[in-house]
Nanobody, 122 residues
Framework: QVQLQESGPGLVKPSQTLSLTCTVS??????????WSWIRQPPGKGLEWIGY???????YYSPSLKSRTSISRDTSKNQFTLQLSSVTPEDTAVYYC??????????????WGQGTQVTVSS
């Protein structure tokens, strides 16, 4: 059974870059047809999908965050990483990594990490 675990700083200063890593066990991030996403939930708001890195290594980002987002991977460590630049307090959220796939044109998320709180504050 695949397990995902987020790690990274819990506090980031405004204008800096938020960097989180998702470590995957029980399955390879290069396994065909899986997509590895970052998702966040600001306080009092719903879930927001940030982007993914596919089993091929290709990436796709939410249009609203694309200019500030980069997702990369280290296949030797079975990890993928989120970088979100120029953060503001509005980027304060619980950040999740997740594994999913496509059912037709629908991107689903089947396995999730427990989430990690990131606060943007000076």
């Amino acid at each position: 059974q695949v397990q995902l675990q987020e790690s990274g700083p819990g506090l980031v200063k405004p204008s800096q870059t938020l960097s989180l890593t998702c470590t995957v066990s029980g399955g390879s991030i290069t396994t065909n047809y899986y997509y590895w996403s970052w998702i966040r939930q600001p306080p009092g708001k719903g879930l927001e999908w940030i982007g993914y890195i596919a089993y091929t290594g290709s990436t796709y980002y939410s249009p609203s965050l694309k200019s500030r987002t980069s997702i990369s991977r280290d296949t030797s460590k079975n990890q993928f990483t989120l970088q979100l630049s120029s953060v503001t307090p509005e980027d304060t959220a619980v950040y999740y990594c997740a594994r999913g796939g496509y059912s037709g044109s629908y991107l689903y998320f089947g396995s999730w990490g427990q989430g990690t709180q990131v606060t943007v504050s000076s």
